[in-house]
């Protein structure tokens, strides 16, 4: 059962929200309260990206509901690695948290020498979103739909464009479970794999909906294919691979916050009901959507299970595909 201080904290907070005209970051942080001072959300990615601009959102609104600055820090390097570490490091008192994507939970299948244990090194708090990943052709490609494109790369072989560990197995489990002759080639991110495919030197690429959605709405890309169950409605003409029998087929460009090992229970709970509650607000729900992802916000120990499913997932297609942790 929380302190009596904390339910004093939710009772101001529901009364500044119920009187128009006072904002809730005019709340006063009760002393000895959690948070004492600023909060730092560490994107160990670059700045721009989808997690960078989820977590600017969510910082925004988390700002305002608690009274303190909270701050994005974009500490990258070793696919998130770097920046996974220096919050594995941190004090867990939850002033300093992490959001991380998929390769994250993908990275201790194909790296040999992390700095850390990832199950042990973090606290989960929730899987905030998600969005699957896409695979993208030319507009002027000459595919009518997924099931014409898989057709071919079924005859004939493809390369596949790649940039991290997600795109690179979500291109490999395509290949197994459509028995395509495709091959991977690696790029150095997103945006130069959609540049290959735009210039016409590269058929297709595995990547995020944020970095082909750009590219899609001026005119130069087509969505093709989802790795989801269903259909996007922000490129409802690009069917699931679930239609064509391959549900097996499912990559989900996750959103995750983390805090160190050892965050306190009762600000594991805090932190995902306030998210609950920032994020029910349907102006960020379709800032969201618009941006292809769906809030999903799971507890703590749903999302915990979640991440030990996706690590062994990912293992799985890597051992079946020969690909081993460099």
Known sequence: MPPS???????L???????????????PTPAGRWPSKPVTIVVPYSPGGGTDIVARTVAQRLSELWGVSVMVDNRTGANGVIGSQYVAKQAPDGHTLLMVVGSHAINPVL????????PKAFTPITRLADSPMVLVVSAKAPYKDLRELLEVARKEPMAVGYSEGQ????????????????EGVPYKG?????????????????????????HVQAGNLRVIGVAAAERMPIFPEAMS?????????????WYGLFGPA??????????????????????????????????VLTPPEEFARFLQAETAKWAQVAQRGGIQAE
């Open 111 to 118: 790296m040999k020498a992390l700095p850390y244990d990832t």
């Open 167 to 182: 795109t690179r197995l979500t291109g490999e489990l395509m290949r197994q479970a459509a028995q395509l002759k495709t």
């Open 13 to 27: 907070l529901a009364a500044a929200a119920a009187l128009p005209g006072l904002a809730l970051a005019q709340t």
């Open 262 to 295: 050892g965050l306190p229970p009762t600000l594991v709970a805090q932190i995902n009901a306030d998210l609950r509650r920032i994020t029910s607000d349907p102006a960020l729900q379709k800032q969201m959507t618009s941006q292809g992802a769906q809030v």
């Open 190 to 214: 997103g945006a130069p794999i959609m540049v290959d495919i735009i210039g016409g030197h590269l058929p297709l690429g595995v990547t995020s909906v944020l970095t082909a959605l750009p």
């Open 5 to 11: 201080g904390f339910h004093r904290r939710a009772l």
């Open 241 to 253: 691979f679930r239609e064509l029998g391959l549900g097996q087929v499912e990559s989900l460009s």
